[in-house]
């Protein structure tokens, strides 16, 4: 389950992929470059032994800089991903357009996964108290309530063709944060008639507008098929002990971001399966502070000195591929860089505090 009420679109680290948007405001939530670029020079003011004159000099020189790398890495993502929203055209008003946006994109690669997303439709899992049908199939999250959203079309594309080669027709498949159900449903319609996906969420008001969701959009995975329960979506913390009686899965999809691969998670790996999990700290002014740590650190460069450290981050999250092979040992591979929400444990708030 991935977001909040307030998005904002923030580019990291790599062009070339797309960027979820991030969550949570924080401290530094609603500073432009601009303003962060002032704090920064504030903050280095008096670290070096340049007169005052030549520090504004090359502070501007450097915030320049900054200014046409932010506009190449703008010029790469839009000629490598397509634009966010239809150009002029007007906004995509159906879920086959969305797909076919998706397509276009190269974020869809398998008909699979683009007949399972164009037989769930998007419009008809947002909340229409916060969002329109027109909303439901442009390139951006949505809030849904509760303090949540539904994610981006992107990352359920690339979750999905992530997940693709285990998604089979007898899988079983694991949910977690699964929020609005849009992407379970997606799920459940790549593992059907045989399948299995079970939809964990921690919210349960969620999981009752997710059910509701799924009864008037797609009864069909609700209903018995082959004898045995196609999709269900339960109240509980994936972190608990409440998976302790499941079978293992093929497939997990994480929607929310773990400060550690969990063990309990891990367990219930499938050899042979792939879990898509992002990983990192929690909470989004992180990535505030790797662009205020950026500022400095051209400043500092600027002047000649190293008032700030300049080497690299590692305090954003990234998307993993978790794999398990058939003797149970496990790789990961970093993806992308994204920014979700937290993966709380049962006795955490998703502030860091205790309960």
């Known amino acids: 389950m991935f ?31 601009a303003a ?30 900054l200014q046409q790398a932010a506009l190449q890495h703008q010029k790469q993502q839009t000629a490598q991903m397509g634009t966010v929203s239809k150009p002029l055209g007007g906004a995509r ?8 946006y998706l397509i276009r994109s190269k974020l869809v690669k398998s008909a699979r996964v683009a007949d399972a997303l164009r037989a769930v439709d998007r419009g008809k899992y947002v909340n229409t108290a916060y969002a329109s049908r027109t909303d439901a199939y442009q390139d951006h999250p949505l809030a849904i309530g509760e303090g949540q959203t539904i994610s981006a079309p992107h990352m359920h594309a690339i979750c999905l063709e992530l997940l693709e080669p285990h998604l089979t027709p007898a899988a079983r498949v694991l949910d977690v944060g699964s929020g609005s159900g849009y992407l379970a449903a997606a ?3 790549m593992v059907a008639p045989d399948g299995f996906v079970l939809g964990v969420d921690k919210v349960p ?11 008037a959009a797609n009864p069909e995975l609700l209903a018995a098929q082959g004898g045995h329960e196609l999709l269900r979506i339960t109240h509980g913390n994936a972190l608990s002990d409440m998976l302790a009686s ?10 929310a ?9 891990l367990d219930k ?3 042979g399966g792939r879990m898509v999990i992002p990983v990192g700290p929690h909470y989004s002014y992180q990535v505030d502070i790797i662009l205020l740590s950026v500022y400095m650190c051209m400043l500092a460069g600027a002047r000649g000195a190293h008032a700030h450290p300049c080497g690299p981050h590692y305090s954003y999250q990234v998307l993993m591929a978790v794999d398990k092979d058939a003797s149970g040992h496990v790789t990961t591979q970093a993806l992308m860089d994204v920014g979700y929400v937290p993966l709380t444990r049962p006795s955490e708030y998703e502030d860091g505090s205790l309960l």
Not at 12 to 30: D, K, T
Not at 93 to 100: F, W
Not at 257 to 265: G, I, K, N, P, Y
């Open 187 to 189: 799920m459940a319609k």
């Open 93 to 100: 008003t159906s879920q086959d357009e969305l797909v076919d």
């Open 257 to 265: 971001a773990a400060d550690e691969l969990h063990q309990v998670l």
């Open 36 to 65: 962060l670029l002032t704090i920064a020079a504030a903050v280095s003011i008096g670290a070096g032994s340049a007169p005052q004159q030549q520090q504004q000099i090359r502070q501007a020189q450097a915030q320049q800089q």
């Open 3 to 33: 977001g909040c009420t307030y998005r904002r679109a923030v580019l990291l680290r790599r062009p070339s992929v797309p960027v979820q948007c991030l969550s949570r405001r924080s401290s530094f939530a609603g500073l432009t470059g």
């Open 269 to 271: 790996l499938a050899a």
């Open 205 to 215: 008001e969620l999981v009752v507008r997710s059910r509701a969701s799924l009864q």
């Open 246 to 255: 499941e079978a293992p899965f093929a497939a997990i999809h994480v929607g």
